[in-house]
């Protein structure tokens, strides 16, 4: 009875022992995994950076922030170009063209490109046109535009385009942090390289990673300037009077007197400039009348001295002519034998 109770104990002890040894490299296993893990993530999150593979953290970075700026309630990206297009007519040109140098110096900005033509329109009139692309300060366009307004001027268009760079502008921050941490791991390998292969390697490589951060760096200095300074490109015409802008509370005899002005001034300008083209065409004109009275003189000079030979086609004619009238009168030997005919007969 003993020996089966030690039996029985021994058993007990034994499935113990191998339940507490089995547990015991299961915890081993884990806590070894658990430390190694963090380190394996982080190596392979630095590798895909460096190969190239950062869309992930992009996107997860690009959803934080599209979170952030939801939750300050933007209503528009921070990164937006602002292009406008103006046109403007006038009848005082040069003021008008003093005011866009003023009204640009007064808001911050300045002109990028001017373009004057003189005597646009030709011999119709001498009318000037002027181009202007000026760069004003982001919120300063509408200060700029009522600086530029004067007596007898006119804005007749007026467009405005709005470009989101936002995420352009975001995703060269982040492919440029990459670039940095790909160039500082280059450099830490170079240090390190023993045969001139590897060095070679990674000299070009190094090359390549800094000349593509350069780009990037450039391109975000690009948009900054774009986003910073609105672009304004500017037409005005001088005209001998502005174009007459209709809104709807304009009455129907206003209109109708407007319309009458219009057609007169049309009419006059018309003839005006058929006059001014004929004037332009008159030295043409009295060369040509000049040769015609030359031509018509030497044709009458000619038909009245010149004769022609009989031989020639003309002379031909005249001859056919002189023989249908001579068989039109009656032969005299002809008209003697119709006279015998005549005795004969009685």
């Not at 937006?80 to 063209?97: A, K, P």
């Not at 640009?104 to 329109?121: L, P, R, W």
Request: charged fraction near 25%; proline fraction near 2%; include cysteine.
């Amino acid at each position: 009875m003993k020996e089966q109770m030690r039996k029985r104990i021994l058993i007990l002890l034994l499935a113990l022992g191998m339940l507490a040894g089995c547990a015991s490299p299961s915890r081993v296993v884990n806590d070894e995994y658990a430390e190694v893990a963090p380190q394996a993530t982080y190596d392979q999150r630095t590798s895909g950076a460096v190969d190239g593979s950062w869309e992930a953290a992009s996107t997860e970075a690009a959803a934080g922030e599209s979170v952030e700026e939801k939750g300050a309630g933007s209503l528009e990206p921070e990164k937006v170009i602002v292009n406008v297009q103006l046109y403007y007519e006038t009848t005082d040109f040069e003021t008008m063209i003093a005011g866009v140098q003023k009204s640009a110096e007064a808001v911050g900005g300045f002109i990028q490109d001017s373009n004057i033509v003189f005597g646009s329109g030709g011999h119709y009139g001498s009318y000037r046109n002027a181009y202007y692309t000026v760069r004003v300060p982001r919120g300063e366009i509408e200060a700029f535009k009522s600086g530029i307004g004067s007596e007898g001027s006119a804005l007749i268009s007026e467009n405005t385009s709005k470009s989101d760079a936002t995420k352009s502008y975001r995703d060269s921050q982040r492919r440029i942090e990459v670039l940095e941490t790909k160039e500082a791991r280059l450099m830490e390998l170079l240090s390190k390289a023993e045969t001139m292969e590897n060095i070679i390697a990674l000299e070009n490589s190094l090359s390549e990673t800094i000349a593509e951060k350069e780009d990037l760096k450039a391109n975000l200095l690009n948009i900054d300037d774009m986003v910073d300074y609105s672009t304004l490109d500017i037409q005005i015409q001088e005209v001998a009077k502005s174009t007459i802008v209709e809104d709807v509370q304009i009455t129907y005899f206003d209109r109708l007197k407007n319309a009458i002005t219009g057609s007169a001034r049309g009419f006059t300008s018309g003839v005006g400039n058929f006059i001014i083209e004929l004037i332009y065409l008159l030295p043409y004109l009295l060369v040509l009348a000049f040769l015609f009275f030359i031509l018509r003189w030497i044709y009458r000079w000619a038909k009245k001295h010149v004769r022609l030979p009989a031989s020639s086609k003309p002379g031909k004619t005249i001859w056919r002519k002189q023989d249908q009238k001579a068989s039109q009168r009656p032969d005299a030997n002809q008209g003697k034998e119709a006279e015998k005919d005549i005795d004969q007969g009685n």
